[in-house]
């Protein structure tokens, strides 16, 4: 079993920077993509970003291509988003995910919520003047 637990969230001004993380524990014998999913109010959960085990691979949806950045430090088993110019539209619940990898694959990884076996609790971000 695996378990993700997010922090760094809060409140943050238009404009304004945050670093989300993702520390990952527990029976970690296969090898996980890791995805930043967020869920606005009323909405669904949508993909953000996602990065492979081989960190060779990464995903970023249109709106965050070119403001976030995911990093993954493999040896901490934790995965980070950084996330830059925030807008209020970005307000939401952000969850990491983890999606194991076919053995013996390049894996590509997406935003597709249906794909990903453990989830983590959630942090909220909030972004308002």
């Known amino acids: 079993q695996l378990q993700l637990v997010e922090s760094g969230g809060g409140l943050v001004q238009p404009g304004g920077s945050l670093r989300l993380s993702c520390k990952a524990s527990?029976?970690?014998?296969?090898?996980?993509?890791i995805g930043w999913f967020r869920q606005a109010p009323g909405k669904e959960r949508e993909g953000v970003s996602c990065?492979?085990?081989?960190?060779?691979?990464?995903y970023y949806s249109n709106s965050a291509r070119g403001r976030f950045t995911i990093s993954r430090d493999n040896a901490e088993n934790t995965v980070y988003l950084q996330m830059n110019s925030l807008q209020p539209e970005e307000t939401g619940v952000y969850y990491c995910a983890a999606e194991r990898e076919p053995a013996g694959t390049n894996w590509y990884c997406g935003g597709d919520v249906r794909v990903y076996d453990y989830w983590g609790q959630g942090t909220q971000v909030t972004v308002s003047s």
């Open positions: 527990g029976f970690i014998s296969d090898t996980y993509a």
């Open positions: 990065i492979s085990s081989s960190l060779e691979n990464t």
